[in-house]
């Protein structure tokens, strides 16, 4: 850590100046003010206050309310409050203060592990009044030495250990490594050491069911030397008043088949238990899980089958990413429903007005708003990663990423809320979007298709509807009226035309899909054109008995695809699949669509024809079999996604 010359300076300053006139003040007058410092605090430490309340809710947020979790968080700032003042108190803090305000349990332990004649240590947690421990470890009987990381502030640092020492504290760097340690425990002597916060050289151990980096100095040193280990955990009765548990020894397993990361969960699932029952005590303004080995990834869906797609997708390439990293990570799926379109309306507005921290703790927006199945879920949900996919629930995905610290990661252009506001944004290039360092431009809509996936869904389309994966197939993906589109009945009966007829002349098979937006008309056309035809092996009708492998199927089956020109979704997922993709003009398409069709075209990742020519042209491509043109929107968000990640 750098040292900050002048800070350190000041707060020398600061603490020699106002520990005389705290300490001037009655007893309970200094801890009422302790608590109100505490307050102060939890209302303008908004960083801290944040990591302090997601780490509750990730522990808590299924026992308690969003309100009592609220209320939890203060409680600890108002402890912290206490702890702090108790430090300015240490110059008058003795035997008989000890004797009047503390009330030990179990201290005979310590006396009992020390007849051993091994020396003991004193587990602890970061939680509880901090410094008045130390000092009342060094008052109870025996020699007693604390081990202790050295602070980025070196005068402060030294004034501390300096009130410590002439109230009978001893100091062990944590800097000079374990051999004072290691030898004032060959001295039969007690060494206060904490068994939390491993950061990046700790091992990982299973804390409130997710791995937290541990320190591993205290276990190694008890299985190696059999010294007795006694967890300490200090709580605060009322103001001055401290009740000090001395547990039973944790008695550690020498097995070889007992792992040091199952002996190291021995002694933190101890502490879990005096964590649950006094939580307000634990130190939880630090970063618990920033280097856990689990993930938790949320999507948000819209209810749009084509957004779910492009979550998937990106969902998919961070398990990939964090695998890589020896990460394990979960997806979970939740469909946002608002009561009705007015009450999106409200929301949005709701989230424009909010600020960066105010939402914590109350998401009274997403109660108001949202259906109350939905609220009940997104309110107790906790994730390490959001996605979504539509600018109507990218608030949302915004309001959640602020509740619990997550990593919110939008795809398309997320409305009027700004791309300041996401780790992440994802859009395809017909939105028209500037580059920006968090923004990601791909020429697709991103979905779920590689070799693996086609491979998996045509295996399991050719097995469950009894096709021969061999031969010549031409994909029919067959959408549907939209907002700005409808489908042509006479433009419907060319296409048929033309792909009978280019069936026939290459001797290949047809696998149709419609979709769900097919009209009732258009399905009968395509029925009554198709049914009789010797080339046709499948037709899928979405709204009759549609199957969850019928594009993905007919992709990975297909060497040849022919779609209708109103789905981006449709069509990037065929030029996803690496076949020859036509698609055949229409009107009435507005000018987003025009856009993208027109770039595809142009890049040649598809082929545009008249539905007239339709059969001549695939034809000639596939004659003359030009080399696919491959998206390369799938490296470029995994390279943005390594970032965020």
Not at 442 to 458: R, S
Request: hydrophobic share 40%; proline share 3%; net charge positive.
């Amino acid at each position: 850590m750098k040292n900050n010359f002048l800070a350190d300076y000041l707060g020398c300053i600061l603490f020699k100046a106002l520990g005389p006139v705290i300490r001037s003040f009655p007893l309970n007058l200094s801890f009422f003010l302790g608590r109100r410092l505490g307050d102060i605090l939890y209302y303008f430490d908004f960083k801290h206050k944040a990591i302090a309340y997601a780490n509750i809710k990730k522990v808590f947020g299924t026992k308690l309310p969003l309100c009592a979790l609220s209320s939890l968080t203060r409680e600890f700032y108002q402890s912290f409050g206490q702890s702090l003042i108790e430090v300015f108190l240490i110059p008058v803090i003795d035997r008989s203060y000890i004797n009047k305000y503390v009330t030990i349990e179990g201290k005979e332990r310590v006396f009992e592990a020390l007849k051993k004649g091994k020396g003991v240590i004193l587990a602890t947690v970061h939680a509880g009044s901090w410094e008045l421990a130390n000092i009342i470890s060094a008052n109870l009987g025996f020699p007693f030495y604390m081990f202790v990381r050295e602070q980025g502030l070196p005068k402060l640092n030294n004034l501390l250990n300096e009130y410590r020492k002439n109230k009978g504290c001893r100091i062990l760097s944590r800097e000079e490594g374990l051999k004072d340690v290691i030898r004032a425990l060959g001295d039969n002597e007690a060494v206060g050491i904490t068994v939390d916060q491993g950061g990046i050289f700790g091992l990982l151990v299973d804390f409130f069911g997710r791995p937290s980096s541990m320190p591993k100095g205290a276990v190694k040193l008890v299985l190696k030397h059999e010294t007795p280990l006694i967890p300490i955990f200090f709580t605060r009765i009322n103001g001055p008043r401290i009740k000090v548990w001395a547990g039973e020894e944790i008695v550690l397993s020498k097995d070889n088949s007992v792992s040091l990361e199952e002996n190291m969960r021995r002694v933190i699932s101890v502490f879990e238990s005096f964590i649950l029952k006094y939580p307000e005590e634990y130190l939880w303004t630090y970063k618990i899980w920033k280097r856990s080995s689990a993930r938790e990834i949320l999507i948000l869906s819209d209810g749009r089958t084509g957004h779910l797609r492009q979550s998937e997708a990106v969902a998919k390439e961070a398990q990939s990413l964090l695998a890589q990293k020896n990460i394990r990570s979960e997806v979970r799926k939740i469909e946002v429903k608002f009561k009705n379109k007015f009450s999106g309306s409200l929301f949005n507005l709701c989230v424009l007005l909010s600020g960066k921290y105010s939402c914590q703790g109350c998401l009274i927006c997403l109660r108001k708003f949202l259906s109350p199945g939905t609220y009940k879920e997104l309110s107790s949900a906790t994730a390490d990663i959001i996605i979504s996919a539509g600018s109507s629930i990218a608030g949302v995905n915004f309001i959640l990423s602020r509740e619990n610290l997550s990593k919110p990661i939008v795809i398309m252009r997320p409305a009027y809320f700004g791309v300041k506001k996401f780790s992440l944004v994802i859009t395809p290039r017909h939105d028209r979007m500037k580059s920006k360092k968090n923004i990601v431009i791909t020429d697709a809509a991103l979905n779920l298709i590689d070799e693996e996936y086609l491979n998996k869904e045509a295996d399991s389309l050719a097995v469950n509807q009894g096709l021969n994966k061999e031969g010549l197939y031409i994909g029919v993906l067959i959408g549907g009226d939209s907002k700005n589109f409808k489908l042509s009945i006479n433009l419907l009966k060319e296409v048929i035309k033309q792909i009978k007829r280019l069936a026939q002349d290459l001797k290949a098979n047809i696998l149709l899909t419609t979709s769900r937006r097919t009209s009732k008309e258009a399905v009968e056309i395509i029925k009554n054109e198709l049914s009789a035809c010797p080339y046709l092996k499948l037709m899928i009708i979405a709204n009759e008995g549609n199957i969850p492998q019928a594009v993905g199927g007919i992709l990975g089956l297909s060497s040849i695809i022919i779609s209708t020109p109103e789905s981006i979704s449709m069509i990037s997922e065929a030029v996803s699949s690496k076949k020859y993709v036509f698609v055949f003009n229409a009107l009435r398409l507005d000018k987003k669509h025009k856009n993208f069709l027109r770039y595809f075209n142009k890049n040649k990742y598809i082929h545009i024809c008249e539905s007239d020519n339709l059969g001549n042209t695939v034809k000639r491509v596939w004659q003359e079999k030009p080399v696919l043109s491959c998206l390369q929107d799938r490296r470029l968000v995994s390279e943005a996604l390594t970032k965020v990640l």
